[in-house]
């Protein structure tokens, strides 16, 4: 593999979901043979990394993000040496591979979790967690603070003590003020590093640092966990986006800049956009991810907003700007970008998508427009595992096949992720399409046939090629190229040139007049033949006369 510096600077990541991508051994829940098995795939597409989310030990509370063992692989997902087999393969195939690390929080499992409900309140097993006591007696939590997953985000152990847990019950918090936390997740760091590994994701960048000094804070009623958050605090929240958490940025940094060649680091960070600039300062991160752009409105002056301040806000830390529309944690765009405005997309999902209901040829031509949109911006781009199928959400399942703990803990307010998270079908026919031998964990609805790898593969016109002929039109703009606006375009429009290509997106329900200026090089709809009229949902690739 040729040893690119900074080649994460413009770079087309895969998240790979495990537990959904592909069934090696026909369980009904993905794993790494199943991934490596399909790796293939993911180069085709034409990604130059692959994300992979947590796949270490963990009894599931959280599908993986509750870890017992940071070094070693959860049996349901395989081994070690499957581990170093998909490393392996992915590195053949010009593939960098970044995986999930876990900070914020253990799980209940986890040796140190274990030591310390052993052990007496004060002790020094406790103090690696958050451990208070509680108030009037010990019968109430000792502060007012919500899980991100709702209800308490305190609870009691039998000695009468209660314990910070920011999302499950069973995601025990770390204090990282305890000198052997940072010791063990250096460590881990570096076994990850020395078995190859290109780069890290840091869930919950935001959330390890906290404000523990007496007496705790409440916060009141108004909480914000979900979304964006910390906004208004400028750092001072009792645990989101707190300025001291950059010193633990710093170490991460440090560990990771002692291997050749360099390696990856991003940040999930739900700070606003201006703070969240910060998560990339020199000596911090390289990167963190863009969720302005998720949460976008389909406009064309919020989406131009969104993209200018993307663009200056890394500019102004050195770093490269990220663009991401799905993932593992949201409603897939392809539904959620054609919502009405001020639909929330909980509600929606509790609706079993409903309330409205999506049409499936409107829900393609709005992935489409939005996959082109998303490729053409300079910057990394994150790929969420499905979205080149143009996979909808699956709002429809029903309550008896949930699996996300965010429904039972917010009592219903929420759905929750899993329709996110549903197996890919990568064959037309079989029991799973193709994910595997057997049933999928999670139920695949019967549209899922015609959207399958297989079903797309020889089809020129299908989602799967769009995205293929996209990703290698992309190679072409040279890193870090700028982005540049055409002034004289139609309001109802974005129009803008990156290095040798040139974007126009139509995101009006009219046609409107366009001056293409050169053949069109990709489209996400058919063009009329009179060139001058870009039809309304449409995105289409020029030639950039400027570039």
């Known amino acids: ?68 063992d940071h070094r070693d692989v959860d049996p349901l997902f395989g081994t070690l040496a499957d581990f170093d087999s998909l490393l392996a393969r992915a590195h053949d195939l010009g593939l960098r591979v970044i995986i999930d690390l876990v900070p914020n929080h253990t799980s209940v499992r986890h040796r140190w979790f274990q030591e310390a409900l052993a052990a007496r309140p004060g002790s020094a097993a406790r103090a690696r ?24 985000a305190w609870q009691r152990v039998p000695d009468g003590q209660w314990y910070l847990h920011l999302f499950a019950p069973e995601q025990p918090d770390l204090d990282w003020s305890h000198p ?9 760091l570096r076994f990850w590093l020395d078995r190859g590994v290109d780069g890290f994701r840091f869930d919950v960048a935001h959330g390890m640092a906290k404000d523990l000094a007496e007496p705790l804070r409440d916060l009141g009623p108004d909480q914000v966990h979900h979304s964006i958050v910390g906004e208004g605090w400028e750092g001072r929240h009792p645990f989101w986006d707190r300025d001291d958490v950059h010193t633990l940025l710093r170490g991460f940094r440090e560990v990771v800049d002692t291997y050749t060649p360099p390696r990856a680091t991003v940040a999930e960070s739900w700070a606003a956009l201006d703070r969240r600039a910060l998560y990339t300062r020199p000596g911090e991160l390289h990167q963190a991810f863009n969720f302005d752009f998720l949460k976008a409105a389909w406009n064309p002056a919020a989406l131009r907003a969104t993209i200018d301040r993307s663009l200056a806000l890394p500019r102004a830390t050195g770093a490269a700007p990220t663009w991401v529309l799905s993932n593992h944690d949201v409603v897939r765009h392809a539904s959620r970008l054609l919502l009405p405005p ?72 929420r759905k929750g992720r899993d329709g996110c998270r549903v197996p890919l079908p990568w064959n037309c026919e079989g029991p799973s399409y ?50 540049e606006w ?35 090089l990709l489209s996400s709809a058919p063009l009329p033949a009179a060139a001058q009229v870009l039809p309304p949902d449409t995105a289409v690739w020029y030639a950039n006369a400027s570039g």
């Not at 597409?45 to 030990?57: K, M, Q, S």
């Not at 052997?180 to 881990?188: N, R």
């Not at 375009?489 to 366009?514: I, K, Q, Y």
């Open 434 to 483: 193709g994910f595997g031998a057997g049933a999928p964990w999670l139920p695949q609805p019967a549209a899922f046939a015609a959207l399958s790898a297989e079903a797309q593969r020889g089809d020129p016109d299908s989602t799967l090629n769009l995205y293929r002929r996209a990703t290698r039109l992309r190679r072409a703009v040279p890193a870090d190229s700028e982005l």
């Open 129 to 152: 967690y958050v451990f208070r006591d509680g108030r009037d007696g010990g019968a109430l939590p000792p502060t007012d603070w919500r899980s991100v997953f709702g209800g308490p």
């Open 1 to 68: 593999m040729p040893e690119t510096c900074a080649w994460w600077r413009n770079a087309v990541v895969y998240e790979v979901y495990v537990r959904s991508f592909a069934d090696g051994d026909g369980d009904g829940v993905g794993d790494l043979p199943g991934i490596t098995a399909r790796l293939d795939h993911i180069a085709d597409v034409g990604a130059d990394a692959v994300w992979l989310t947590p796949f270490y030990r963990s009894p599931m509370a959280d599908a993986g993000y509750d870890v017992a």
């Open 180 to 188: 052997e936390v940072t010791a063990e997740f250096h460590d881990i």
């Open 342 to 413: 001020g639909t929330s997309p909980d509600a929606w999902l509790l609706s079993a998508g409903t309330a409205p209901s999506l049409g499936p040829d409107a829900v393609r031509r709005r992935a489409r427009t939005a996959a082109l949109l998303l490729l053409a911006l300079p910057g990394a781009v994150f790929l969420y595992q499905g979205e080149e199928l143009g996979l909808p959400e699956v709002a429809e399942l029903p309550d008896g096949v949930l699996r996300d703990p965010v429904r039972h803990r917010s009592g219903g307010a």
């Open 486 to 520: 055409n002034e004289q375009s139609d309001s109802r429009v974005l129009d803008f040139g990156v290095g040798p290509l040139r974007c126009v997106v139509n995101v009006s329900a009219d046609e409107v007049p366009v001056q293409p200026g050169s053949r069109p």
